[in-house]
């Protein structure tokens, strides 16, 4: 069993940036992918960004590529999304994901949330103008 609680979420104005954080317990932290995925009012759950298990190695959904940074802290089970140049569209719910492997071999498994088996409660992040 794992448990991941996110925080950092809040309200901010577009152009800003904000620092989610997402602790996990339970299960060895290192054993696992984490990712991040988010969902808007009417909108299925998207991709955000993902990393393995050691940090070397990061996804990212094109919407985000470029302003956004994932990174883990393997010491503090902790993984972070670093959002900069928010966008009004970026205004959803953020999830936070434990995968089931450390890594995958296809790229495709880190954006499908079929590879994930323990979720977060989601943070909410707000984008105003």
């Known amino acids: 069993q794992v448990q991941l609680v996110e925080s950092g979420g809040g309200l901010v104005q577009a152009g800003g940036s904000l620092r989610l954080s997402c602790v996990a317990s339970?299960?060895?932290?290192?054993?696992?992918?984490m990712g991040w995925f988010r969902q808007a009012p009417g909108k299925e759950r998207e991709f955000v960004a993902a990393?393995?298990?050691?940090?070397?190695?990061?996804y990212y959904g094109d919407s985000v590529k470029g302003r956004f940074t994932i990174s883990r802290d393997n010491a503090r089970n902790t993984v972070y999304l670093q959002m900069n140049s928010l966008k009004i569209e970026d205004t959803a719910v953020y999830y936070c994901?434990?995968?089931?492997?450390?890594?995958?071999?296809?790229?495709?498994?880190?954006?499908?949330?079929?590879?994930?088996?323990?979720w977060g409660q989601g943070t909410q992040v707000t984008v105003s103008s």
């Open positions: 339970g299960r060895t932290f290192s054993s696992s992918a």
């Open positions: 990393i393995v298990w050691n940090g070397v190695m990061t």
């Open positions: 994901a434990a995968g089931n492997s450390r890594w995958y071999r296809d790229s495709a498994s880190y954006r499908d949330s079929a590879s994930y088996d323990y």
